[in-house]
Structure formats: C-alpha cells, structure tokens
Nanobody, 130 residues
Framework: EVQLVESGGGLVQPGGSLRLSCAAS????????IGWFRQAPGKEREGVSC????????YYGDSVKGRFTVSSDNAKNTVYLQMNSLKPEDTAVYYC???????????????????????WGQGTQVTVSS
C-alpha cells in the first residue's frame, strides 16, 4: 500500500522556520519525484518545490526561491522541506505527493504541477502569524 505521511507543520511567527517531513512507503522511492504542494483557503493548490529522487533535480516556485530548500534522505525514504523566513502568505495546508518518473526503461518528464501526481499525503497545516 502506497503511503505518504507529512509531519512538522505548526504555528510559527513571521520570519521563523519550520521543517516538514514526508515519509514514503509502498513504492520504489528512486523511481519517483516527490513534490510539496500547498493550498490556502479559497486558492488553488500550487507547486512549492519538487525533487527527482534518482538524480536530485529540484524545482522551486517563484514565491519560495531562496527561502525554502527541498532534500531527500534515500536511506529513510523521506523528503524534507526546510522553510525559512516564513511569511504570513505561506500559511496553507502543505501536501506531499509522488509522481512516477521511471517505468522500466521509460523516463517521464520531471514536473512540479499538482495534476499528474499519483499519490498524496493527508496534508499538514502551516500557519504563519504573530
């Protein structure tokens, strides 16, 4: 059974930091990209950051470049999102998701858009407020 479990959300003051974790199981970790997405009330879900597990390629949304860092610990099948200099507009439910990049000898394009990601976690709330 495929599972993605997020943790690490919470309440933080503006300028503070949080580290989110996404623990994956039930699939071949190296064959996938793991993405972080967020959704604020009344807004569409957007891509925050994604990482290709096999080669380490990364993507960052414009609003988080220079503040967020995505990384993976392949031994633990876990992806992290380090979030620094948090702003109130970062407040949202954060989800991690998995997208197949390698199927046998076929390679799919690396992308960071919610559509097409196959498996999703339950989400973790991040609230940035004083």
């Amino acid at each position: 059974e495929v599972q993605l479990v997020e943790s690490g959300g919470g309440l933080v003051q503006p300028g503070g930091s949080l580290r989110l974790s996404c623990a994956a199981s039930g699939f071949t970790f190296d064959d996938y990209a793991i993405g972080w997405f967020r959704q604020a009330p009344g807004k569409e879900r957007e891509g925050v950051s994604c990482i290709s597990i096999s080669d380490g390629s990364t993507y960052y949304g414009d609003s988080v470049k220079g503040r967020f860092t995505v990384s993976s610990d392949n031994a633990k099948n876990t992806v992290y999102l380090q979030m620094n200099s948090l702003k109130p507009e970062d407040t949202a439910v954060y989800y991690c998701a998995a997208d197949l990049l390698r199927g046998g000898s076929y390679y799919y394009p690396f992308r960071c858009a919610p559509k097409g990601y196959d498996y999703w976690g339950q989400g973790t709330q991040v609230t940035v407020s004083s």
